[in-house]
């Protein structure tokens, strides 16, 4: 069955730095773009970055363009998010997914940006 499996999160102060992984399973994971998405606190799940199938295709949200970075090895099954200049806007759950119709959720990683 599909999986996700997100870590790396944690509490860091505003201007620190995290990265974040993802492990997939159950589908062909070098044929699929995929995203990051964010759930703060009260507000609705979204999309924060994709990357295409082959990587070379990425698009990030306005607010956190030039400090978030998305990769992904394709035979580790495995996509990243290394978030840099943190800011306490960027707290919330982080999910990995398909990029399309993104579906089974994984638990998500945590990220808490506070001073």
């Known amino acids: 069955q599909v999986q996700f499996v997100e870590s790396g999160g944690g509490s860091v102060q505003p201007g620190g730095s995290l990265r974040l992984s993802c492990v997939a399973s159950?589908?062909?994971?070098?044929?699929?773009?995929l995203g990051w998405y964010r759930q703060a606190p009260r507000k609705e799940r979204e999309l924060v970055a994709s990357?295409?199938?082959?990587?070379?295709?990425?698009i990030y949200a306005d607010s956190v363009k030039d400090r978030f970075t998305i990769s992904r090895v394709n035979p580790q099954n495995t996509v990243y998010l290394t978030m840099n200049n943190l800011k306490p806007e960027d707290t919330g759950e982080y999910f990995c997914?398909?990029?399309?119709?993104?579906?089974?959720w994984g638990q998500g990683t945590q990220v808490s940006v506070s001073s």
């Open positions: 997914n398909w990029r399309v119709h993104p579906t089974y």
């Open positions: 159950g589908f062909n994971f070098a044929a699929v773009d």
């Open positions: 990357i295409s199938n082959g990587g070379g295709s990425i």
